[in-house]
């Protein structure tokens, strides 16, 4: 059992799908489970539960009957259940180990353009040597900045067909493949840049709208520059350029 519970439990363990760490645990319970079932709340602590799909972690891991019937294996699902939704809504930064993001290498990711408007994504898999298409971004748009914090990629501002120049900030979960929206910006910009640095995303200079907030509508240069914490999903002006 401490050589399972080892395994699955390290750091240095590499996985992209961590269904895979969840089904051996319980396979491995499951081979002689009247033995084993004791250990099950152990073994369930080594498995990063809030990193499973939304709909495997309710329809499948919840409803486990080995795990409904141990009050201890029940409560560390459900805890795992609560992390996952603050995850969904982009509430703040989740620290419990059950969402702490396993190794899975470096990833190389396509989105965005200049030209036209675009809402595709797309993975560089160096291996395959393939270009993989992944969820939408939600809103089209283009001259938006891209900065990945994490496991998290922030898409800011932008221009959009409809909407003229935005401030709207989307959050794609690479782990999870799902996108979410953050607190939007202080001030619409596009053809600005973004950068992480201690943990939060700051955005510099670009261009607005000068008058209303069409696409065609003149634009001029901006020097402020804005700070945005993940923890609090807060946006704050610092010293401008």
Not at 78 to 99: F, H, P, W
Request: proline share 5%.
């Amino acid at each position: 059992k401490d050589m399972v519970v080892q395994l699955l439990s390290s750091e240095e363990l590499e996985t992209e799908d961590e269904r895979l760490v969840y089904e051996s645990a319980m396979n491995w319970i499951n081979y002689d489970l009247n033995k084993r079932h004791c250990y099950l709340p152990e073994l369930l602590q080594t498995v990063r539960l809030a990193l499973l799909p939304a709909i495997y972690l309710m329809e499948n891991v919840a409803t486990e009957e080995l795990i409904t019937k141990q009050r201890k294996s029940k409560e560390i699902v459900e805890e795992a259940i609560r992390c996952k939704l603050k995850i969904l809504q982009n509430d703040g930064v989740v620290t419990s180990l059950c969402a702490r993001p396993r190794k899975t290498g470096h990833a190389l990711f396509l989105l965005g353009g200049q030209t036209f408007m675009c809402d595709k994504l797309y993975l560089v898999d160096q291996k395959a040597k393939e270009i993989i298409p992944k969820a939408d971004i939600p809103s089209p748009r283009k001259e938006f900045s891209a900065c990945a914090i994490g496991c998290k990629v922030y898409i800011t501002g932008g221009r959009g067909s409809e909407n003229g120049v935005s401030k709207d900030v989307w959050v794609y979960d690479t782990l999870h493949e799902e996108w979410s929206k953050a607190a939007p910006m202080l001030v619409a910009r596009f053809g600005h840049g973004s950068a992480e640095l201690k943990h939060c995303l700051y955005v510099v200079g670009g261009h607005t709208a000068a008058t209303g907030c069409l696409p065609a509508s003149p634009s001029v240069s901006l020097k402020q520059v804005e700070q945005y914490d993940p923890v609090t999903n807060k946006w704050t002006m610092v010293a401008p350029l």
